[in-house]
């Protein structure tokens, strides 16, 4: 597999920083990843406990709860035997159903729980960038229906008259 | 069964306050074109108020502060004027319908 | 005394109909008489002439005039009807009349007083009567207010009875409060719901109806101001209280939901992004986008429509709340029984939503904008930005809570959206609007330049940098909680950038007060602190408002703190010990009890940190005995930095040891802080302004730029 930096053209400075930046944050993620505790909690907070309490699995407290014991001991022995985290999931998927999981995943129509609200984002940034590129040309509307514009001594007595009383 | 009497106390009460209306009635003042218009003068002051206070507090340039003040200075003069032509107009027309 | 409630409902119900016919009548007719004299004068749009009536004109705008005053008065008594089959029900409540299958189903005869007062709203039927209630109290100071503007309070009193009618209907004929038991009577009810009964309980329902409820007033100015074509925008002006006082209080309900969720529920958590919570937050998103744009109309003549689709959506969202919460179409934890009314709720929704679109698309040419847009740089397009993301927020909460439904339509599978999905989705837009909340003051109307704003934005810039890198370089080995390493975790990094851009605001909003104190201060010659007083005073809706925003900074805070929360799990004999954070807690005993309510069993721990005792705390879990159902009462020590939290979950069966859990939980009491100070921030802003300053007039009128005023704008 080819190194994807080296495919950088001379010159651009600013891809290659977002790029090291990229794979910094990328490394630095999977540190601490593969600790057996910290993926269990990580993993047990994508889940849900299927009893009916509606909470996430490690959050579940009721004692004497028929579900969330045993999902929890599967999870830890998942986990130890070195499971990947979708291999663990597909698993419980399989055996409590799809709302077992937290969160919609990323996969088919799922994804589109996530697409829609950030598409929307940007359709709404685009849509407000043209409003008021739209409304900074248009021409300056009548302040009122059928005022008559003021000209000479009579507007500088009015405007005077404008800035004294808003001057106080 | 003491309850029908009271519900029947009960409704009579509301329907005499409903319906009896003794004396005239309070309709405020009618909404003339010179109010109208007042209430546009205030907001354009409030405006004018706002712009001379971020001036101060160094949030618009010089440049920006004099054509600003200008146009909104305009506008008000604009409905000043109106505002007195109307007043010259109609005097009565202001006063409260009781 | 059912009887009398019963009869209160229907009385009620033939009032508020009254009211809205007649109501509809007197308009319509006065509205006849106005346009036989279209012509006399040179009239604006609306403006209504007031010279020469002919005799017909005036016969029928008297009688019209009458009718419009017996429909106001009919509005007055309906609220006392609906206050009477309330206080009616409560004295059934009270005398334990377990004939009404209501008072049955939600009380019992031990059942402590402030809690059978309650009984009013902890049911399907109770709670719509007590919607039914805060309505007519609403249309009650709506029309003894009249006076301000007749006929506009006219065209809102209209409005409002429609709405009333509607909860009436539900209440006569689908959710009937007084339904009588069929049979023999039982001697005791089933009881309240355990989980509410706790002291919250008796005040977080009424808080967040009063907020869904309130925002009705604006929706029906809103709509009778478009109706009536309304000149001006004076009716924002005559709303504007009612829409932060409202506000206030739906503020109030959705976080006292969160303290009493946090505070009984014993999850450890306030917030579990349950449809029944999203329902609350909905309408608090789009009421705060509208309680900023609205600003924008009322000052520029800007947002007119889209000022009239908030307020509309606000309202119908506090009602499609209420439809989730009864209907059982989104399983819930907080879902009320399941019951027909769902359908009369959808009726309601699809009947307003045609109301609003027909007087919409009518008088839509009534809504033009009256200015243009000065430049890119400006306090409006902020503003722009701002209602994009409270609005796009809400959108996400609303998809988040429908998912499942669509889900189930397109793949054939219900799937769970759930806090992950939130946090992963809202986070990053909800920092997107810290960010504006940031930039937004330093902005000013029309016109900024950009010098200013960068120079304006680079001390605050400065302290928030150098706070986000004192919290990830201080060790926690130095007692900080922090040193965040934002690479190791999303959620430290949301928690990082949170309470950075916190500080951001924080400082962008005390630069504020500063330069407008500064301001005051030259022209005055009052010390800085005096001159800030003023300042607020002079504009108590500005300044309220940025203290709303630190309020909401530090809500944020504390909801940042949860990135660093931890628990343990441990059963625990006499003299067991559990570490959690920087506290040992060693049990010293457990035991039961019993009350007439209900049973209960608890455990006495003593809390140790640096080896000192600090505290003695008391986990209860508790069975009642009328429901037959169990409850946790956790114990909750509150510091700035940290809550110790612990919850007694249970028995183990086979040697009777407690089972304890403990939450170390950060920052928490930063969420309740930040919530009186945006209480408090709101009831500053409902102050009346100082009038204007009377300027010293010699010296200062020579000189034109010394003589700028310091009266200061929105």
């Known amino acids: ?168 | 069964m003491t309850w029908i009497p009271l519900c029947l106390m009960l409704a009579i009460a509301c329907l005499y306050y409903v319906f009896y209306l003794p004396g005239r009635l309070f309709l405020g003042p009618e909404k003339t074109r010179a109010g109208y218009l007042r209430e546009r003068k205030d907001a354009v002051y409030e405006n004018l108020r706002d712009l001379n206070f971020e001036y101060k507090a160094g949030k618009v340039p010089d440049a920006d502060y004099a054509s600003l003040k200008s146009s909104l200075q305009d506008e008000a003069a604009t409905l000043l004027a109106e505002i007195s032509r109307l007043e010259s107009l109609a005097p009565a027309s202001r006063k409260p319908r009781v | ?714």
């Not at chain 1, 059928?146 to 009579?154: D, N, S, T």
């Not at chain 3, 902890?122 to 805060?134: I, N």
């Not at chain 3, 924008?296 to 889209?306: A, D, N, S, T």
């Open chain 1, 1 to 168: 597999m080819k190194n994807p930096i080296s495919k950088t053209m001379p010159g651009k400075g600013s891809g290659r920083f977002t790029q090291i930046i990229l794979l910094c944050a990328v490394v630095f993620l999977m540190l601490g990843a593969g600790d057996p505790a910290t993926r269990f909690n990580e993993i047990g907070h994508q889940m849900m406990c299927i009893c009916g309490c509606n909470q996430i699995l490690l959050e579940c407290n009721h004692v004497g709860c028929p579900a969330s014991d045993g999902m929890r001991n599967e999870l830890m022995a998942s986990v130890e035997r070195g499971d990947s985290d979708s291999l663990v999931e597909q698993g419980f998927v399989q055996k409590y159903g799809p709302t077992v999981l937290a969160a919609p995943t990323n996969k088919g129509f799922d994804r589109a729980a996530y697409v829609i609200p950030f598409a929307a984002l940007f359709f709404g940034f685009g849509l407000i960038v043209l409003v008021i590129r739209a409304w900074k040309n248009r021409p300056t509307p009548a302040i009122a229906d059928g005022l008559r514009p003021v000209r000479g001594a009579e507007l500088e007595q009015f405007r005077d008259q404008a800035r004294k009383e808003t001057d106080l």
């Open chain 3, 1 to 714: 005394m059912a009887e009398i409630g019963s009869f209160a409902l229907l009385l009620a119900l033939a009032l508020s109909a009254y009211s809205f016919l007649a109501g509809i009548v007197a308009l319509i007719f006065q509205n006849r008489a106005s346009s036989q004299l279209v012509g006399v004068t040179a009239g604006g749009p609306g403006v209504t002439p007031s010279v020469g009536e002919s005799s017909l004109a005036t016969m029928l705008r008297q009688g019209s005039e009458r009718i419009g005053e017996t429909a106001r008065r009919a509005g007055i008594a309906t609220f006392a009807a609906v206050l009477l089959a309330s206080v009616v029900l409560v004295i059934c409540a009270f005398r334990n009349d377990f004939s009404i299958a209501y008072i049955l189903h939600h009380s019992n005869r031990d059942l402590p007083g402030p809690y059978k007062f309650a009984v009013l709203w902890s049911g399907q039927e109770g709670s719509l009567l007590f919607w039914s209630l805060l309505l007519a109290a609403y249309g009650f100071v709506l029309r003894l207010r009249y006076k301000t503007d007749p006929r506009l309070f006219a065209y809102a009193s209209v409005v409002l009875s429609g709405v009333q009618i509607f909860f009436l209907l539900l209440l006569n004929f689908a959710a009937h409060p007084f339904a009588i038991v069929t049979g023999t009577i039982p001697a005791d009810g089933n009881g309240l719901n355990p989980l509410l009964q706790y002291p919250e309980m008796v005040i977080h329902p009424p808080m967040l109806y009063l907020g869904y409820v309130g925002f009705t007033v604006p929706f029906a100015f809103a709509l009778g101001a478009l109706i009536m074509k309304y000149p001006g925008e004076k009716w924002i002006h005559i709303t504007r209280r009612w829409t932060m006082v409202t506000w206030a209080f739906l503020t109030c309900g959705v976080f006292l939901g969160a303290h009493w969720a946090y505070s009984v529920l014993g999850w450890g958590g306030y917030w579990g992004w349950d449809p029944v919570e999203n329902a609350s937050l909905m309408p608090w998103l789009t009421g705060t986008a509208f309680l900023h744009s609205v600003m924008m109309q009322e000052k520029r003549g800007m947002l007119k429509m889209w000022n009239m689709w908030l307020v509309f959506a606000t309202f119908w969202l506090a009602i499609l709340g209420t439809f989730l919460t009864r209907s059982g179409i989104i399983s819930s934890v907080h879902a009320f029984a399941q019951s027909s009314i769902g359908d009369w709720f959808a009726w309601f929704l699809a009947i307003t939503l045609i109301v609003f679109l027909f007087f919409f698309f009518k008088n839509k040419s009534h809504l033009r904008s009256e200015h243009k847009l000065e430049s890119l740089v400006s306090r409006e397009s902020s503003f722009l930005f701002n209602n994009l993301l409270f609005v796009l927020l809400c959108f996400t909460v609303l998809w988040g809570t429908w998912f499942p439904k669509i889900s189930e339509l397109v793949q054939g599978n219900k799937v769970t959206v759930g806090a992950p999905f939130y946090n992963r989705v809202a986070i990053p837009v909800a920092l997107l609007l810290l960010i504006l909340t940031a930039v937004g003051p330093l902005l000013a109307w029309r016109k900024t330049s950009l010098e200013s704003l960068k120079r304006n934005f680079m001390w605050p810039t400065v302290g928030a940098v150098v706070v986000a890198v004192f919290l990830m370089i201080t060790p926690q080995s130095w007692g900080s909680p922090f040193g965040l390493k934002p690479w190791q975790d999303i959620s430290y990094f949301y928690s990082l950038m949170a309470i950075a851009l916190s500080v951001l605001v924080t400082l962008t909003v005390a630069s504020e007060f500063y330069r407008g104190g500064r301001v005051i201060s030259k022209h005055t010659g009052q010390g800085m602190f005096a001159s800030m007083v003023q300042l607020t005073h002079r504009n108590t809706r500005r300044y309220g408002g940025y203290i709303v925003h630190f309020g909401v900074v530090m809500v944020i805070i504390g909801f940042a703190g949860a990135a660093f929360n931890q628990d343990k799990e441990m059963e625990m004999g006499y003299g067991d010990k559990m570490t959690i954070g920087p506290y040992t807690l060693i049990c010293r005993s457990y035991t039961d009890d019993d009350a007439p309510n209900y049973a209960s069993e608890w455990a006495v721990l003593d809390v140790y940190k640096g080896g000192k005792q600090i505290d003695t705390m008391t986990p209860v879990r508790r069975f009642y005995k009328a429901s037959q159902q169990t409850s946790t009462m956790p114990d909750i020590r509150s510091s700035l930095n940290e809550d110790l939290y612990l919850v007694f979950e249970g028995l183990n069966q086979d040697n009777g040891h407690p089972i304890l859990k403990a939450h170390l939980n950060a920052l928490v009491m930063w969420i309740w802080m930040g919530v009186w100070i945006m209480l408090g921030g709101t009831i500053l802003a409902l102050i009346p302004n100082a009038p204007a300053p009377v300027r010293v007039p010699a010296p200062a009128r020579l000189e034109r730029t010394q003589a700028a005023p310091v009266v200061t704008g929105d």
